[in-house]
């Protein structure tokens, strides 16, 4: 079973950017054909998709924050990062990183990582 766990800041500036971390066990992230993918859920609104890194290292992004938003990998670490630049406070949520067959479905997930945006 795929393990994967978040790490980052808890707490970003506004402007600055926000960098997490995803750590998988279990599973490597160059295993076809799976998608590893970065949500946020911001308080009282539902799951957001930001994009996905697939096991070939090809990148998809949510069209909304694609101008933000960079994912990266390292596959000696078996890590995925993800990137989202000019942080405003409306980027307050909690950040997972999922797998899953495609970059809608997710068979496991991270338990999440609250983002604050403050001075």
């Known amino acids: 079973q795929a393990q994967l766990q978040e790490s980052g800041p808890g707490l970003v500036k506004p402007s600055q950017t926000l960098s997490l971390t995803c750590t998988v066990s279990?599973?490597?992230?160059?295993?076809?054909?799976?998608?590893w993918s970065w949500i946020r859920q911001s308080p009282g609104k539902g799951l957001e998709w930001m994009g996905a890194i697939g096991w070939s290292g090809d990148r998809f992004f949510n069209p909304s924050l694609k101008s933000r938003t960079s994912i990266s990998r390292d596959t000696s670490k078996n890590q995925f990062t993800l990137q989202l630049s000019s942080v405003t406070p409306e980027d307050l949520s909690v950040y997972y990183c999922a797998r899953g067959p495609g970059y809608t479905a997710y068979d496991y997930w991270g338990q999440g990582t609250q983002v604050t945006v403050s001075s």
């Open positions: 279990g599973a490597s992230i160059t295993t076809t054909p799976y998608y």
